[in-house]
């Protein structure tokens, strides 16, 4: 049983404004889940990348784009979804908004099919999960419970194909390139101790 409706007062004003009612009603009925089937799982884990909306404490929104290698996202069991956090900018936005207010919004998304998927639900954040094993390079792991699993029609996504992986995505056996941007001098005085950029010589060398 789903533990809110799909649709709020405003959701319904509108609906009604345009005469889309019933046609939202039917969407509904038959597309909304709350647990993840086989197909599902079988995109999710195809896709090298998503979008993540959170709110923070006060309700204020922030969007954010996750990436890696496809399976960076998994489906653990129909009702656990979990991706790692790598090494980003420091800010911590998402993941701290998540600490404070749970409830998240995922959209994967194809270009190349094309097809998209909305993953609506709450999420917690772990520095000690075992499942982090998975994923090397992890920072932290997120858990997702869905509350609302939803396929949307796709007609205006533009179609795309990937021409090359990010070589920053963390992979066992291989060291990540360090980004350009760790290297300015404003940025590296203030990097984390353990950082590598820290450790480069001014030409991106090691430092002696």
Known sequence: MRDRPMYHEESRKLQDQFDTRRLADRLAE??????????????????????LA???ADGFPDCSYKGGDPGFARVMDERTLVFPSYDGNG?????????????VGLLFLSFEEPKRLRVNGSATVSSDDAAMALFPGAQLLVRVTPRHIFPNCPRYIPKMQTVESSPYVPRA???APIPNWKRRPQFKEVLPADDPARREGVDGEPAA
């Not at 038959?30 to 979008?51: A, C, G, H, K, V």
């Open 173 to 175: 056996g291989c060291s």
């Open 91 to 103: 800010m911590f936005k998402s993941l701290g908004n998540i600490r404070a207010n749970p409830a």
């Open 30 to 51: 038959r597309l909304l889940r709350t647990t993840f089937n086989d197909e599902d799982r079988t995109f999710i884990e195809s896709q090298r990348m998503f979008f």
């Open 54 to 56: 959170t709110t923070d």
